[in-house]
């Protein structure tokens, strides 16, 4: 995924806005410009199937798809296996003797309690430097007459956007050419120019925590939060619910005595509810149902963006999921330039493991409560901070399971969390 | 459109958020709860047509569409015919002697400068009363085990969303049966039970002045904002395209001769811009093509949102227009509850004719200068401070046309404007 970020944002880059004639590698080592990126990845687990007795595994993968972890990790064999441990759940972090990740980008990571056999986050950072045909700066150029101004900043979006979607359509053709199944979550962020881009597909998270206060950089994407989008799709493309669902909500599962009666429904316009007469096709099963964590789309997913998960088809049917689900991502952007930030402001982005049991206020607690115990200058301070983040996700193993201080549960999935400290040292300039 | 949302609010009042056995008549006496509803309408001028020799006039007019001024203006046959005149343009208040609207509710009106024949605008405003079955009051019910919770501000919503749906088939019926065509944006402001709901599709705006400032209560609906949805729509349903347009945006007209090219584009999932090839197709009309005031879906209409309109189609073809525009508004709910308000909180509802030449800010700057020249408890000064909005953006007649004191072209359309207090003399208790 980051290959395909990183190769459209340097092919624009690299193009300066303009049409190039042919395209360039993105690996060309003369530096005009570096956008960092900093992307976990989070393979969504499939969902269980009735009838196929559990998730269905991959047939055949390629040796370039094993498993392996973050290579700025720098494990060892030994290391790796260690970090493979569902029973010691250790915390992985870069070594802090090695070369640090740029601007002193904190890093840590966590395996599950046992739900799956490795760790299915997957993160990725890198500088790229690539070389500039023209000068390229933040001011966009003029428009002509009668064409559409288009900025700087809408290319940058649009580069990214386009990667999303790119990298679907690999993993598309992968799917048909190599039988490799599965799909994952993606949240990217891309530095460049003096701004952050943060991309979000899925159910990880970006909060950025600016003098204590949370700036939300991602929202979620839920069957709740899309319920429009997605009932507007079963609407106009009927045959997508295949005679099996209904693109209407109801507050609750229509009963078949109740035909004739009237009961409060929101369709694809409807922000509110009102009344309707139940009719036959009302009966079927609703296309977004449940609540909260159990929220799904026809009765399968419980995340609506993603890349990949071609294969993927309702319980029991042969109707594909995948046009409910989409690859497009929402791009967020943050102009560094315009507030002065102290080293213990920072962007944070945690895969669901994080979320799941940690809340951005608690997170904000965390940033104030660790960074204050270190010098500013301190580089290592934000890996501290990755780390405690991670550790207060995890918990502690007790009572036959990992628990939080408090006493609940601490999340039994991976855990991935990057701190990126918006003016600390070694920050961009 | 009023008595449909009163019906559609009253029904649901009446019936406590629960189903009733039988639909309730909205006009029952007993008052237990009162709604006031405050909606200006201004029909949609129809597009010019190429080949038509300009707008397309309704066949057929029943007595009932004839041409009428809001009931609450009093106007005596005389007063209707100065109204009526595109010459003097005489800003028309109700009487300050006879009742006043509720809460001493503002307004003022004033006819186009000719390019129609009649004041297209109307406005009504009406206190309903209606008998409830049941205690109606703000706290949701206990939603039952695994039902979602439908809470009593998202059944009016509902109520309303409905109201602006039966109304839309309702004028496509007359429309087959009476041939009466053409179709109008509509603002609807509903109170209850301390909220105030303010639903709008079309041009018209909506904004609360709040302590000087300016707090948005509806947005705009035009091919620009609402591009994703149109494209959607377009892509999801190409048959509405009907080979004549694409839905893929670019800055400017592509050119046959830039076949195979690259250019930049954006779909409907895009907010950026990214590069494609130029195929074939690429070559037809944009769907969505022009900027600001000269944008327009299929080169036709400029606002997305209304009723009626069920015969419009694009120049020069049988395409319909009017899966693009849709009934639906958006409706936005403000607790009157949640701040205390003074008598110079208003809001301030006005038709596009004001909002063509008055800034948000111009709006706040002349309530502000209006009502500070009047005694907080004149319960006139509401009707002062519509009459200098609409005066404002008429201007005065010079060089052979209406300009305003910077000499700019005042608006030659029909102004309509509601100033609706909600701290002041005689306001929601």
């Known amino acids: 995924m980051l290959n395909r970020v990183r190769s459209a944002v340097a092919h624009l880059v690299s193009s300066g806005g303009a049409p190039p004639s042919r395209p360039k590698s993105p690996d060309l080592p003369n530096a005009t410009s570096a956008p960092p990126a900093a992307p976990p990845q989070a393979p969504r687990s499939p969902p269980a199937?009735?009838?196929?007795?559990?998730?269905a595994p991959a047939r055949t993968v390629e040796a370039r798809a094993s498993?392996?972890?973050?290579?700025?990790?720098?494990?060892s064999p030994g290391g790796l296996r260690r970090a493979d441990d569902h029973a010691g759940r250790a915390v992985q972090s870069p070594p802090d003797t090695g070369r640090r990740l740029p601007w002193s980008t904190g890093y840590?990571?966590?395996?599950?309690?046992?739900?799956?056999?490795?760790?299915?986050?997957?993160?990725?950072?890198?500088?790229?430097?690539?070389?500039?045909?023209?000068?390229?700066?933040?001011?966009?150029?003029?428009?002509?007459?009668?064409?559409?101004?288009?900025?700087?900043?809408?290319?940058?979006?649009?580069?990214?956007?386009?990667?999303?979607?790119?990298?679907?359509?690999?993993?598309?053709?992968?799917?048909?050419?190599q039988q490799v199944e599965g799909g994952?979550?993606?949240?990217?962020?891309?530095?460049?120019?003096?701004?952050?881009?943060?991309?979000?597909?899925?159910?990880?998270?970006?909060?950025?925590?600016?003098?204590?206060?949370?700036?939300?950089?991602?929202?979620?994407?839920?069957?709740?939060?899309?319920?429009?989008?997605?009932?507007?799709l079963g609407f106009l493309?009927?045959?997508?619910?295949?005679?099996?669902?209904?693109?209407?909500?109801?507050?609750?599962?229509?009963?078949?005595?109740?035909?004739?009666?009237?009961?409060?429904?929101?369709?694809?316009?409807?922000?509110g509810w009102a009344y309707k007469k139940i009719e036959l096709e009302d009966l079927r099963f609703p296309l977004v149902c449940g609540e909260g964590k159990k929220a799904r789309v026809m009765a399968t997913i419980g995340v609506t963006r993603g890349l990949g998960d071609h294969n993927l088809r309702v319980c029991s049917s042969t109707l594909p999921i995948k046009p409910f689900l989409s690859c497009f991502p929402e791009?967020?952007?943050?102009?560094?330039?315009?507030?002065?930030?102290?080293?213990?402001?920072?962007?944070?982005?945690?895969?669901?493991?994080?979320?799941?049991?940690?809340?951005?206020?608690?997170?904000?607690?965390?940033?104030?409560?660790?960074?204050?115990?270190?010098?500013?200058n301190d580089p290592s301070r934000y890996t501290a901070l990755a780390q405690a983040l991670v550790l207060g996700a995890r918990g502690t193993p007790r009572d036959r399971g990992w628990r939080l201080p408090n006493n609940k549960l601490g999340s039994g999935d991976d855990i991935s969390v990057f701190v990126i400290p918006l003016g600390g040292p070694g920050s961009y300039s």
């Open 184 to 232: 994952c979550c993606a949240l990217v962020v891309v530095y460049l120019l003096g701004k952050v881009y943060v991309a979000n597909a899925g159910d990880s998270r970006a909060i950025i925590v600016r003098n204590g206060e949370v700036i939300p950089m991602s929202r979620e994407f839920t069957p709740e939060t899309e319920r429009q989008r997605l009932q507007l």
């Open 49 to 55: 199937r009735a009838g196929s007795g559990g998730a």
């Open 67 to 75: 498993f392996s972890r973050p290579t700025f990790l720098q494990l």
């Open 331 to 376: 791009v967020r952007v943050y102009d560094l330039t315009q507030y002065e930030h102290c080293p213990d402001d920072v962007l944070v982005l945690g895969t669901d493991g994080l979320w799941d049991v940690t809340s951005d206020c608690e997170v904000a607690a965390t940033v104030d409560r660790v960074l204050s115990a270190y010098e500013p």
């Open 108 to 177: 840590a990571e966590v395996i599950n309690a046992g739900k799956s056999r490795h760790n299915e986050d997957q993160a990725c950072c890198e500088v790229v430097y690539v070389e500039g045909r023209r000068s390229v700066s933040g001011a966009p150029r003029e428009p002509s007459r009668g064409q559409k101004e288009v900025t700087h900043e809408s290319l940058v979006v649009g580069a990214i956007e386009n990667a999303f979607q790119l990298m679907d359509g690999q993993m598309a053709r992968e799917r048909r050419g």
């Open 237 to 271: 493309k009927p045959e997508l619910l295949g005679g099996e669902f209904t693109h209407l909500e109801f507050p609750r599962r229509v009963q078949p005595k109740e035909l004739g009666q009237r009961m409060l429904y929101r369709d694809q316009n409807m922000t």
